[in-house]
Every structure is written in structure tokens, then in C-alpha cells.
């Protein structure tokens, strides 16, 4: 009975201690660590050598300062992380001295956490990699979940930081741009192209990404005709609205996008398109559907030519060799004709709202990406993204042949619409897509017109039933 | 004698008694208390991430929320969001068919491949192998289903995939199906994969049935002259019948085909795979206002009928107490 009643005890205690450590964890958040500001580390390493508006406004010298470290925390997308070594720079400038920064990969459903904690008032990161402005910058800003950075660039400490809005291409800086502020800084822009295998482009005698609908549809019969046998593809567009009938419709017209902020899918351009997609497939020059596994099959050397973000030609060419693929820009309607450049998006760092230290985020932010920092900007134009701006272009990318296509890109870019301020694109992605595959299926019963027309039909239904409009 | 007259009652021993006879009444009521300070724990746990998830769900689904509408959490809109569904939303009943045709496609079969793979095992008397077998058969349940699925889209690619090598290489056909861009191919692609991933769990408990069921009923049944056919069909079936009611039960929520969907196809071709399940994250996730409240209504509606058919299942497949 006596042993019964000490295990009994024993037992109890450990229950109790139990609860007391899942109380102690569920409880309290981290306490915030607050030091004296640090200059932010310049690009070459030395501490930044204190303006005089700083020096008099640092405490007389008989307060001291805090010794506690600040630490910036940074998530960020796995791609973002991988593609340009993003754990290097974080390294490097932590080993600066100054606020460290701690990197993380994002976890599912960050976003749902991150306004949960918004509205708590205790917002465990400071930023987040990346926002794709098109996607996710009304959302973003009309939820309250991220800050406009204008403010944090002009008192950033960081060398760069001022040089950095005047520096970014115009569009760029628009596309990063809600009601007239800046809502992050991004490190590449991407945009819609051509990409080409060599191989099968000098088999048929072209030297070139063919310059328009037109010659883009005879070059691929003629690779059909050469290389059917070996069971290469000559055309493909990759799987999305943006990467298919929005860049052809950028490539035609000078006004993409109607009114209300849609992709004018009913008017010439758009048509013209629909038909020149349509043809594609009829000449049996692309596989019927379009764009069935088309990335794949450009990574197997079976695609010679490929619509779709201008980063994939990079891809090629890392597997294949750097002369084994191309990478233009979207063909046009007609040779010199109008268009409006391409559809593009910023891939973009930013600051969430109520981060605890947004200022050192930003100043973070304007060291890794700032024009000094060539380090970086080589490890992202080797990844295949396009930087954004104009002095690296000008410094890094117009006398490097293996890179001067980025120098059409930016050209294309500073000539684009922006896509419209709304939350529209995912609906018109979900709707107008699944037209598409059926317009160029056989047996093509449907034409542009009716595709188009029962498209945008389905699009206005949906974007009726939204009240962000 | 001793005199008694300032005798104090003992009060001490009475109390000791009340409460020894008070603690063992509580016992009894209420069992041990210890037991219930071991269970709070994961009990709370359950509490807030099952349970409340339930009821906070159950209200959003009467609600007009949408996330990027500050203040919209509990703006309360009746029936609407079910008037939207059934009279105003060109999608719901198209993905309704899709979720059932899904369904129909892929759940019986799933019922007679697990319970035919089981009762294959089960005849196998090298313990061994039989086990060996169990290992094989449950291994794609055990896969993340991301990782599976996206195996299957390689088996199925048009060019390459092994399928296509097959039938081109082996059977000589010329043009293979364009499994997974096909509209016509695309639904039974993706049931395929689904049913390859979860058929193992089934198997397994099919097998604990049949383990269950004790060797003298078939060994009496033999000597009565019943064949392996009769055997199965009056014995095996019949005693399993509460594996049945535990399988359809627990894969009723093969109705929404979410995953299946949103890995392999992303609804397409041309919205042929795009299941009720997979319309419901997309309203929820992608689309716009990110309309929380209607796509907890449309969850509601799948709940409801799972609850429906679960129901149907116990009623008609019910089973005597022993």
C-alpha cells in the first residue's frame, strides 16, 4: 500500500510537471531585444562612417549603448532562397556586425500567420521574399499585411539606399508602386519570351528568334518537317494565361487591358491570337492542348521552341550549354508593329506591417540590393533573372554577350503596360485558360469568337461576386 | 470506572472516515482523478484544433467573409451563400458531377482490389512472405502524397512517361493517350493514381477482418463440402461486413478529391478534373476577395453529405452487437 501511494505520487508529480512546461511553452512571446541603431555595413565591407545629422543625434557619450543584438527575421519562398545563394549574402552581411539577420524558408500558409499576428500586434518576421506584384500586391496592401518602404529608404543608413528608386527602371518602380508608394524592393524582374534550342533553329538555316506570328509559324513547319521523326515539337507554350494568349495580345496591341481592368480578350488582337494559337496546332507544329508538359519536354531537348518566362532559356542553357539555347523576346503581330511590351513582374522583398524592425529590413534590403553590391547582382543575372537596375544594366549586362538579351528585356519592359491594379488576374487565369485548351483541341469546333466571348463571360461572373474591385 | 464525563467525541477519527468514504464515493462516480489530469492535455488539444475548427467553420459557412475584407469575419448572410451555390454559380454543379463521377470511378474499385488483395495475402500460410506482402501493398499509403502523385504525372507524360513507351514500343500503338491532357482521359487518370495511392490502407484493414474470422467456421464449411468460392462469398463477406461499414465510413471524404486534383492537373484539361474539392480552394485561396464564407458553405454541403452517407452505410450495413 505504502509503494502504491509513492508511485501514485511519483506519477502525480510528473503529470504536474507536465502541464506546468506545456503552460510555460504555450505562454508569453519572445522579449524583444533593442540595441543603440548600428550604420548599416556597406557593400565593401567598412561600417558606414556616420553622417553628421546622425552624430548629433547620438546619446551623449555618458549613456551607453545597448549590448543586446538586434535580429531581423527574413522569410523567404525555397526558390528564392537556392536560385542566387541568398544564404551567402545573409552570411556575409551578418559577419558585418550590426543586426543580424536570420533567413528562414516560408511555411505553409505564412501568409494566413502572418495577419494573424498583425491583428495580434506580434509579428514574429520582418519580411518576406518574394510578392509577384501582379498576383499579390493589391491583396498584400488592401489587407494591411505589408508597409510602404519610401520612408525606411530615405533614413536608411545603407550606402546605396537613396540611389536605389532613381536607379530602378521606370516600370519596375511602378509595378512595385500602390497609390503612389513604394511597397517593396525587388531584386529581378521577369517577363514573357521566346526561348529557342540552337540546334534546331540552324538545322533549318535561322539564325535568329523569328520576328513575328508569321515567322514563327514558318520556322516551325520547317522544323516539323526536318525533325518529326525525331519526335521533337517545334512549338509550345508553357501553361498559363500570361505565358500564352496576354503576351500575344502585349505583342499586338498597344491597349492590353480594357476599362475595367481585364485582359481585352474580345477585341482584334486578342482574336488574331486565338487564331495564330489555333493554327499552330492545326499545322501540327504544336502538340494538340498547347502546352501539355511543355516545360518538361524543353528540359528534354524535344521542344524547339518555347512561350514562357524569359528565365527558362537560362534554364536550357545551364543543362544543355550556354550556346545550346536562346532566349528573345515575344515575336510580334507584325514586323515594327505596335505592342506593349511584354507582361512582366518584380520579384519583390518586403516589409510586413508592425515588423518590429522595419528599418533594418530595409537597410538589409538596400545593401544586398544595391547598385555597389556587383557580387550580388552576378549571382542573379547567372540564375537567369533579369535585374532591374538600370546601372547594372549598364555596368553588367550591355557588354556581356552571354547576357545582352536581358538588355532587350529591359527595353521591352520600359515600353510595357502594367498590369492593372486588381485581384482579378487568378480569376482570369482559372477562367479563360480552360477556353483555350478547347479552342485549339481537336476538332477546333470552337472558334476565337466564341471561346473568347464564353470566356469572358465566365470572368465577369466571378469578378461581379468580388467587392475589392 | 473512568469517568467519561469530559470525554471529547473523536472528531478526527470522523472526519478521517468522511473523507476516506467521500473520496471512494468520488471514485467510484467519477474514477480516478489523476487520470483525468493525464487526458487534459491532449484533450485540450483536440478541443482547440478539432473541435473549434468544427464550429468555427459551422458559422463561416453563414457568413459573407472574405479575407481581403477587414471587418467581414462575421458579417452573417443567412442562406445566401446557398442560394449563390444552387441557383448563381456556373461552377458548383459541374464540379459536383466531376467530385461524383470521381468518386463512382474510383471507389469500388478501390472496395474489390483491397478486399481481393487480402484475401490473396491471407491464403499465403509463410508468415514471411505474407507480411512481405503487406509491406508492398501499404508502401504508396505511407508515400507523401505530393511525391506520388507527381510520379504518376511522369508515368503519364505524353512523351516520355513509361505508359506511353509501353503501349508505343510493346503494343505497337501508334498514338497513345494524352493522359492527362486529354478532357476524355483526364478524370480516370487522375482516379487511377488516387486509387494506387490509398488502396494499401483498405488492404490492411480487410486483413485485420480476416484474421479475425476463426479458422474452424471455414474448416467446418470445408467439411460440409463448401468450396474456396462459397466459403468466401457466405462466410468471409458476411463476417466482414463491419470492415465494410469502418472502410466506407472513413473514405467518404473521397468526395472532395482535392489533392488529386490540385497536384496532377490543376483542374484541367479544360476543367475536367476540376472537383468540387479543388472549385472550393480555389474560391477560398485564388480567386479575388478570397471568399472564406462561401467556400466554408460548399464544405459544409460536402460535410453534410459524407455525414449522409455514413449514415446510409450504418442503417443499411448495420451489424448486431455481440
Given amino acids: 500500500m505504502a509503494s502504491k501511494l509513492v508511485r501514485r505520487n511519483v506519477l502525480g508529480i510528473f503529470a504536474g510537471a507536465g502541464v506546468a512546461l506545456l503552460v510555460a511553452a504555450c505562454g508569453g512571446g519572445q522579449t524583444g531585444t533593442a540595441s543603440a541603431p548600428a550604420a548599416a555595413p556597406t557593400a565593401s565591407g567598412n561600417s558606414a562612417q556616420p553622417t553628421a545629422a546622425q552624430s548629433s543625434a547620438q546619446p551623449a557619450a555618458t549613456q551607453p549603448a545597448a549590448k543586446t543584438q538586434v535580429t531581423v527575421e527574413l522569410t523567404a519562398a525555397d526558390w528564392v532562397i537556392q536560385e542566387w545563394k541568398l544564404p551567402d549574402w545573409v552570411t556575409q552581411y551578418n559577419k558585418m556586425g550590426g543586426p543580424q539577420i536570420h533567413l528562414t524558408q516560408q511555411v505553409d500558409g505564412w501568409d494566413t500567420k502572418v495577419l494573424a499576428m498583425i491583428r495580434q500586434g506580434d509579428v514574429l518576421w520582418d519580411g518576406v521574399g518574394i510578392m509577384t506584384p501582379f498576383v499579390d500586391k493589391v491583396k498584400w496592401v488592401e489587407t494591411q499585411m505589408i508597409q510602404p518602404v519610401d520612408q525606411l529608404i530615405q533614413s536608411s543608413t545603407a550606402t546605396d539606399a537613396r540611389a536605389l528608386a532613381g536607379d530602378w527602371v521606370p516600370t519596375i518602380k511602378d509595378d512595385i508602386s500602390y497609390k503612389g508608394k513604394i511597397y517593396g524592393i525587388p531584386y529581378s524582374v521577369e517577363a514573357i519570351g521566346q526561348m529557342w534550342l540552337t540546334e534546331f533553329l540552324d538545322g533549318v538555316g535561322l539564325s535568329a528568334n523569328p520576328a513575328t506570328w508569321a515567322d514563327t509559324l514558318n520556322a516551325a513547319t520547317k522544323i516539323n518537317d526536318k525533325y518529326a521523326s525525331q519526335k521533337v515539337s517545334p512549338y509550345a507554350w508553357s501553361n498559363g494565361l500570361h505565358t500564352s494568349l496576354q503576351a500575344l495580345i502585349h505583342s499586338a496591341t498597344k491597349t492590353p487591358y480594357t476599362g475595367d481592368g481585364l485582359l481585352d480578350i474580345t477585341g482584334t488582337a486578342s482574336l488574331k491570337a486565338c487564331d495564330w494559337l489555333t493554327s499552330l496546332v492545326k499545322a501540327g507544329v504544336t502538340p494538340p492542348h498547347g502546352s501539355d508538359g511543355a516545360v518538361d519536354v524543353w528540359q528534354k531537348r524535344k521542344l524547339s521552341m518555347l512561350l514562357a518566362q524569359n528565365s527558362r532559356g537560362v534554364w536550357a542553357q545551364r543543362i544543355f550549354g550556354m550556346t545550346a539555347a536562346g532566349t528573345g523576346t515575344v515575336p510580334l503581330l507584325e514586323a515594327g508593329g505596335v505592342n506593349s511590351g511584354s507582361p512582366f513582374w518584380s520579384n519583390t522583398f518586403v516589409v510586413l506591417n508592425k515588423a518590429k524592425h522595419p528599418q533594418e529590413m530595409v537597410d538589409f534590403y538596400a545593401w544586398l540590393l544595391g547598385p555597389s553590391n556587383k557580387d550580388v547582382w552576378t549571382a542573379i543575372i547567372a540564375s537567369g533573372k533579369a535585374p532591374v537596375l538600370n546601372s547594372t544594366y549598364k555596368s553588367m549586362i550591355e557588354n556581356n554577350k552571354d547576357y545582352k538579351w536581358m538588355a532587350d528585356f529591359r527595353d521591352v519592359i520600359a515600353n510595357s503596360v502594367a498590369y492593372p491594379e486588381n485581384t482579378f488576374w487568378s480569376i482570369q487565369n482559372a477562367k479563360i485558360m480552360p477556353w483555350i485548351s478547347k479552342m485549339v483541341s481537336p476538332p477546333f469546333g470552337l472558334s476565337s469568337q466564341q471561346a473568347m466571348e464564353g470566356a469572358l463571360k465566365d470572368v465577369k461572373a466571378e469578378v461581379a461576386k468580388q467587392q475589392v474591385q | ?322
Fill in chain 2, 1 to 322: 470506572m473512568a469517568d467519561l464525563s469530559h470525554a471529547q467525541p473523536d472528531r478526527t477519527g470522523t472526519l478521517r472516515q468522511f473523507a476516506r468514504e467521500y473520496r471512494a464515493a468520488r471514485r467510484q462516480r467519477w474514477g480516478n482523478l489523476w487520470g483525468y489530469a493525464f487526458i487534459a492535455p491532449a484533450l485540450t488539444l483536440y478541443l482547440i484544433f478539432n473541435v473549434w475548427p468544427i464550429f468555427r467553420g459551422l458559422a463561416m459557412a453563414f457568413t459573407d467573409y472574405r479575407y481581403l475584407v477587414p471587418g467581414s469575419e462575421w458579417a452573417w448572410n443567412g442562406a445566401s451563400n446557398y442560394q449563390e451555390m444552387f441557383t448563381n454559380d456556373s461552377q458548383f454543379w459541374p464540379s459536383f458531377g466531376i467530385s461524383v463521377q470521381y468518386t463512382l470511378m474510383s471507389f469500388p474499385t478501390n472496395l474489390i482490389l483491397s478486399l481481393a488483395v487480402a484475401l490473396l495475402i491471407s491464403r499465403i500460410r509463410n508468415s514471411f512472405l505474407a507480411g512481405t506482402y503487406r509491406v508492398i501493398a501499404y508502401l504508396p499509403v505511407i508515400l507523401p502524397i505530393s511525391v506520388a502523385l507527381l510520379l504518376w504525372n511522369q508515368l503519364y507524360n505524353t512523351q516520355f512517361g513509361y505508359f506511353n513507351l509501353i503501349l508505343q514500343n510493346v503494343f505497337g500503338v501508334q498514338s497513345p493517350p494524352n493522359w492527362l491532357g486529354d478532357p476524355g482521359w483526364a478524370l480516370p487518370s487522375v482516379a487511377v493514381a488516387g486509387l494506387w495511392k490509398d488502396f494499401g490502407a483498405n488492404t490492411l484493414l480487410f486483413l485485420v477482418g480476416i484474421y479475425g474470422i476463426s479458422r474452424e467456421i471455414y474448416e467446418a464449411a470445408s467439411i460440409d463440402g463448401a468450396g474456396a468460392l462459397q466459403q468466401i462469398w457466405s462466410i468471409t463477406l458476411p463476417l466482414l461486413r463491419p470492415i465494410f461499414v469502418l472502410i466506407i465510413v472513413l473514405n467518404a471524404g473521397i468526395l472532395g478529391a482535392t489533392e488529386q486534383a490540385l497536384i496532377m492537373t490543376n483542374g484541367g484539361p479544360q476543367n475536367a478534373t476540376l472537383t468540387l474539392g479543388l472549385y472550393i480552394y480555389q474560391q477560398a485561396f485564388q480567386f479575388g476577395d478570397l471568399r472564406l464564407g462561401y467556400a466554408a458553405a460548399m464544405s459544409l454541403l460536402l460535410g453534410l453529405i459524407h455525414m449522409g452517407l455514413a449514415g446510409i452505410t450504418f442503417r443499411v450495413l448495420r451489424t448486431e452487437r455481440i
